[in-house]
């Protein structure tokens, strides 16, 4: 579950901003993800996610781990969570009331635990009700190159125990998120690619199943 606690901070705190408003008349990154975290109670979405190594001793940063990896998450407190899905290694974990399962397809072990000891708290905080912003300081939009498609946003979290130490955001300029970075305490970098995402949706029951 180790690789698990990085990866599931990143598909969770997609929530905040995962879908561009029609009818929003924001302008800026942080104004799309304040309009869009409180608006946002569940999601289905597809990711790549690439795990970089701290850089070595001489700067230089190796290949990524890629995660192709499903979300469905329904708030305040529910997720199921497919690395590789359909694939040998499939990697399955399901989040519900506090307690986390998991299913490693590649070995046949299974497991569970409470959410708070297999999932960095920011994600669990990001899970919660709407305004979950509150969680950051900081949260102020990128400076681009003047004319540029893209928006940007960095998000500081002031949680305590997180492993992330920076949180940035990017979308294009009708609010469509693009990407997500996170930079992690132990000098990891994590970079999620949004493919395609479904909002508020009216996820049956069987959802959470393992």
């Known amino acids: 579950m180790k690789r698990t606690r990085a990866l599931i901070v990143a598909a969770l705190a997609l929530g905040l901003a995962s879908a561009p408003l029609t009818a929003c008349l924001a302008q800026s990154a942080t104004s799309y993800l304040q309009s869009l975290d409180k608006s946002t109670w569940s999601g289905a979405l597809d990711v790549r996610v690439d795990l970089y190594p701290a850089p070595d001793k001489y700067g230089k940063v190796g290949q990524p781990q890629r995660y192709p990896a499903k979300l469905l998450f329904q708030r305040p407190d529910r997720f199921r969570m497919v690395l590789y899905p359909g694939q040998k290694n499939e990697y399955r974990a399901v989040a519900e009331a506090g307690i986390v399962r998991w299913l490693d397809l590649s070995t046949g072990f299974s497991g569970k635990d409470r959410i708070d000891a297999l999932v960095d708290p920011l994600a669990v905080a990001l899970l919660g009700t709407a305004g ?9 939009d990128l400076p681009l190159a003047k004319g540029s498609k893209l928006l940007g946003a960095s998000l ?8 992330v ?7 294009s300029s009708d609010g469509q998120p693009i990407g ?12 999620v690619a949004v493919l395609t995402f479904q ?12």
Do not use: C, I
């Open 132 to 140: 979950e912003l509150a969680r950051f300081s900081g949260a102020k």
């Open 180 to 191: 997500y970075e996170f930079r992690l305490a132990d000098g990891r970098r994590m970079f």
């Open 165 to 171: 130490t920076q949180g940035l955001v990017w979308l």
């Open 199 to 210: 909002r508020n949706l009216q996820l049956p029951p069987d959802t959470w199943k393992l």
């Open 156 to 163: 500081t979290p002031k949680g305590w125990g997180s492993s």
